[in-house]
């Protein structure tokens, strides 16, 4: 008896593999990585560019603090860098005498002259130029790099007085609040805030703040500061058996902020 012969094995048929387009979020991390590398280099290019104007105003002070220049010799150096190196700006007459009162507003400070590469130097001029005395040129600095203003943003704290706000009319915390987060709660929020960016007429209603807030909600977040997000437009909470619906935002780990005109509510 002859044995049978065995079939050939069936032919499977191969699906070519087709890779899946990535998506957009599978980028990020790229993006995130050329983002912080531009942050860097932006940061070590400041740091050395507020170090240089610090190096030449100390020069230029020491220069003239032992008789050795007259202010005519500032003007002489100036014409002296635009022969020298065609096409650099930034070193007028202006700029050099800005570069020595630099150097002479915070030499001897160590704790506040190590905050100065921190703000490009546009934000170091307009602290420099408009405060009145040390303790506000501190808190601006340290203010500006806390919060990361621009410096328009900078320039706006200026014109509403953020220093005699905060430092010399500091915030009353209520009995109950004191009891309950401590004394450490002053700093986070504020007796009242500056909203003029909304446009509001003098008499408004609670219902006018609240549409303008809503509407104008990123600049009021930068108003507040850092650390503050958007809980909801009609958040419900109880205060003393009575419900109301607020405009809630909260600061991380601490609490609620609703809007109100006038006096705040119990």
């Known amino acids: 008896m002859k044995a049978k012969k065995?079939?050939?094995p069936a032919k499977t048929s191969l699906v070519p593999?087709?890779?899946?387009?990535?998506?957009?979020?599978?980028?990020?991390?790229?993006?995130?990585?050329i983002e912080q590398a531009r942050q860097h280099a932006y940061q070590a290019?400041?740091?050395?560019?507020?170090?240089?104007?610090?190096?030449?105003?100390?020069?230029?002070?020491?220069?003239?603090?032992?008789a050795e220049w007259g202010e005519g010799v500032v003007d002489q150096l100036a014409q002296h860098l635009e022969r020298t190196l065609p096409g650099l700006r930034g070193f007028t007459r202006r700029n050099?005498?800005?570069?020595?009162?630099?150097?002479?507003?915070?030499a001897g400070d160590e704790k506040v002259s190590a905050l100065l590469t921190q703000l490009p130097w546009t934000h170091n001029l307009i602290i420099l130029g408009q405060s009145k005395r040390a303790e506000?040129?501190?808190?601006?600095?340290?203010?500006?790099?806390?919060?990361?203003w621009s410096s328009r943003e900078l320039e706006r704290q200026f014109r509403l007085a953020a220093f005699e706000r905060a430092v010399l009319s500091p915030p009353q915390l209520s009995p109950?609040?004191?009891?309950?987060?401590?004394?450490a709660t002053a700093g986070i929020f504020k007796d009242a805030y500056v909203v003029e960016f909304l446009n509001l007429p003098d008499e408004h209603s609670?219902?006018?703040l609240h549409r303008g807030l809503l509407a104008r909600l990123k600049a009021f977040l930068i108003e507040l500061g850092r650390d503050f997000c958007f809980?909801?437009?009609?958040?419900?909470?109880?205060?003393?058996?009575?419900?109301?619906?607020?405009?809630?935002?909260?600061?991380?780990?601490q609490g609620l902020l609703d809007e109100t005109v006038g006096e705040s509510r119990p």
């Open 6 to 8: 065995a079939a050939p």
């Open 17 to 33: 593999c087709v890779p899946v387009a990535p998506s957009e979020e599978s980028f990020a991390e790229v993006v995130n990585l």
């Open 45 to 66: 290019v400041n740091t050395e560019l507020v170090g240089l104007y610090w190096q030449i105003g100390k020069y230029i002070s020491g220069k003239l603090e032992a």
């Open 96 to 106: 050099l005498f800005r570069m020595r009162q630099f150097f002479e507003a915070y």
């Open 136 to 148: 506000e040129r501190e808190f601006y600095l340290r203010t500006a790099i806390q919060e990361r």
């Open 176 to 183: 109950a609040v004191r009891q309950v987060h401590g004394e």
């Open 206 to 208: 609670e219902a006018d």
């Open 231 to 253: 809980v909801g437009s009609e958040y419900p909470v109880q205060v003393g058996g009575r419900n109301f619906a607020i405009l809630a935002i909260e600061k991380v780990g």
